[in-house]
């Protein structure tokens, strides 16, 4: 047996005379009496979808399910958000503990910058010279050194 998990409504003109609690819900002009102590009526709003971003030869859409927090002029795009498979597969590798081809380490490298260019990071982040670090690595090793560098200033990039 199962049971129903929404009540039925009642379109406009089917609402029982009287009761309040149907009639004026699908409204969109009603007015609204913002003269007591009641909470207003909110509305859902709608994700604001962004086109897609050629960074490179790296595709970005955004999830606008996890928005980047903090408010900045260009957020920085996530791997996971990138859309031709390059660098999910460049990442996917790193995380693995594979040794990275040249084409994986350049892709991550694109990310790389792009992130540190456009994050809040913390206390005194001289951007500049990260970007610089980020033309510097050549190994995995450098990368995680790199990555660990940049969590310290609280940007987690994988």
Known sequence: MTEE?????????????????QAGEQGEDEEVDIADDEPLPVRAATPVVEPPEMISKLVFVANPDYPYPFKVEKPPRFWMEEQTGVLSAAVEAYLDGQRLKPDQLAAIKVYLK??????????????PLLVSKIDKIKSNGDLERFADEVAELGAEVF
């Not at 009540?7 to 009761?19: K, R, S």
């Not at 992130?115 to 982040?125: H, I, K």
């Open 114 to 127: 792009q992130y540190v260019e456009r994050a809040v990071l913390a206390g005194a982040a001289k951007v």
């Open 5 to 21: 998990l929404f009540e039925p409504t009642l379109d406009e003109d089917e609402a029982v005379e009287g009761d309040e609690s």
